[in-house]
């Protein structure tokens, strides 16, 4: 399987990352999403 890197913008993800639910990472232009938590964490 070949995976293709979608870069976006950090203004991208910020918008993006403000109406989801799930939490992400952000790292030179690819994002991540990050596995469980809990609110006392946040």
Do not use: C, F, Q, W
């Not at 993006?16 to 609110?39: C, F, K, N, Q």
Request: glycine share 8%; hydrophobic share 30%; net charge negative.
């Amino acid at each position: 399987m070949i995976v293709i890197p979608n870069y976006i913008k950090p203004d991208e993800y910020l918008i993006i990352d403000h109406d989801s639910p799930t939490r992400h990472e952000y790292s030179h232009g690819l994002v991540y999403a990050m596995a469980g938590g809990s609110d006392t964490h946040s």
